[in-house]
């Protein structure tokens, strides 16, 4: 059950991500007709494109996560023992877990600041775009509580790959 509902999440997220991505294609080129093509500029376009491809970054965040692509740098612990690569895996996933944490406090804060904002073309209040962030902090905790449990199931010689 827990699998099928770990499949539902990425597709959310990864459709999420695709219609943002298509949203964000839409509106630019839209801009760019109205603008260069028909003279006539429309205000809201830019606002539009900026909050959509802020959202397809930080939606891009937790998918990154999924998949392990965020970059790291292994060169001193691939040349430790098997047990003390597991051990410095273990102090760097609290960390990560830690920072993650600090950061979703830090961004309901951001976000409750954004509720006393308005964008300058559309008047939306800026709560909407900048809860992107809280909202990715809490799908890359997923993903991350995900692999975290699963290479704690194997305990892989290598927890780094």
């Known amino acids: 059950m ?6 539902v999440f990425d597709l959310l997220c990864d459709s999420t991500s695709l219609i943002i ?8 080129f839209l ?6 093509v028909l003279k006539i500029p429309i205000s809201w376009t ?31 612990v691939d040349r430790c023992p098997p047990s003390i690569r597991y051990v410095l895996w273990i102090v760097g996933e ?19 600041m954004g509720a006393r904002q308005i964008s300058a073309a559309m008047e939306l209040r800026l709560h909407y775009v900048y809860s992107a962030l809280a909202v990715a902090v809490i799908l890359a905790i997923i993903n991350r509580i995900r692999h975290f449990v699963a290479t704690l199931a194997h305990r892989p010689e290598n927890p780094f790959v």
Do not use: P
């Open 2 to 7: 827990l699998k099928g509902a770990l499949r």
């Open 94 to 112: 609290i960390l990560v877990f830690g920072a993650l944490g600090w950061l979703l406090l830090e961004s309901l804060r951001f976000v409750d």
């Open 46 to 76: 830019e606002e539009v494109a900026r909050f959509a491809f802020i959202w397809m970054v930080f939606v891009g965040i937790a998918i990154t996560e999924r998949q392990k692509a965020h970059f790291r740098i292994t060169f001193v």
């Open 21 to 28: 991505l298509n949203i964000t294609v839409a509106v630019v």
């Open 31 to 36: 801009q760019v007709v109205a603008r260069y």
